[in-house]
């Protein structure tokens, strides 16, 4: 099935360090999305974008809705080891329900 | 409030069993939808229900099926399993059915097909 380009595939970082991840994807998407999942769970919603062009923070994070739609991307500023996880990018279409289309994830280790 | 909630949490099949998986919404969610996540990879949609129709189908063959109950909860259904149904199954569950909502997920039942 389908699934965005998420990249890098993992990240083995020093803590105290700026993270940044991005997603892109063939087709336009009308809502972005960032997950993180940690061992044994769900993911988690981090960060929501409605709007091409839209920058939101949530605390450390901060994305973007790309202006063509297209892509996106995710920074984690001053990383904790409690940021390790697998963090995943999420589209969605006005035209689909609530179906997501998922990238393949970051896997984000940091050293403290 | 209690959050969205999967059973078993995990289970261990044999090739070409049946297998049931449950899932509870958030209170006053009327939506759910399933995803199978095999390891390394992101989820992968299955099917969305709201208001105990289908609102949704992804690109898996007609051994997956699913029914949303009255009170909204869901099963997911797979018929003949193969090794290759072996994946950690993610339930969602959001208020509306056309998008645009937050969707919450569950913590998953692991799936181990032998």
């Known amino acids: 099935g389908q699934q965005l380009n998420q990249s890098p595939q993992s990240m083995f970082i020093q803590e105290g360090e700026d993270v940044s991840m991005n997603c892109t994807s063939s087709?336009?998407?009308?809502?972005w999305l960032w997950y993180k999942q940690d061992p044994g769970e769900g993911p988690v919603l981090l960060i929501a974008?409605?709007?091409?062009?839209e920058l939101t923070s949530n605390g450390r994070l901060t994305a973007q809705f790309g202006i063509t739609r297209k892509d996106s991307f995710l920074n984690i500023s001053a990383s904790i080891p409690s940021d390790v996880g697998i963090y995943f990018c999420?589209?969605?279409?006005?035209?689909?329900?609530?179906?997501?289309?998922f990238g393949g994830g970051t896997r984000l280790m940091v050293k403290p | 409030d209690a959050g969205v909630t999967q059973s078993p949490t995990h289970l261990i099949k044999t090739r070409g069993q049946h297998v049931t998986l449950r899932c509870s919404p958030i209170?006053?969610?009327?939506?759910v939808s399933w995803y199978q996540q095999v390891l390394g990879q992101g989820p992968q949609f299955i099917f969305q229900?709201?208001?105990?129709?289908?609102?949704g189908r992804g690109n898996f063959p007609d051994r997956f099926s699913a029914r949303q109950f009255p009170n909204y909860s869901s099963e997911l259904n797979v018929n003949a399993l193969l090794l290759g149904d072996s994946a950690l199954y993610l339930c969602?569950?959001?208020?509306?059915?056309?998008?645009?909502?937050?969707?919450?997920f569950g913590p998953g039942t692991r799936l181990l097909v032998l």
């Open positions: 087709s336009i998407f009308n809502t």
């Open positions: 229900y709201y208001e105990k129709e289908e609102r």
């Open positions: 974008l409605y709007k091409a062009g």
């Open positions: 999420a589209g969605q279409k006005n035209n689909a329900g609530n179906m997501l289309t």
């Open positions: 209170s006053g969610h009327k939506s």
């Open positions: 969602a569950s959001s208020s509306g059915g056309g998008g645009g909502g937050t969707q919450y």
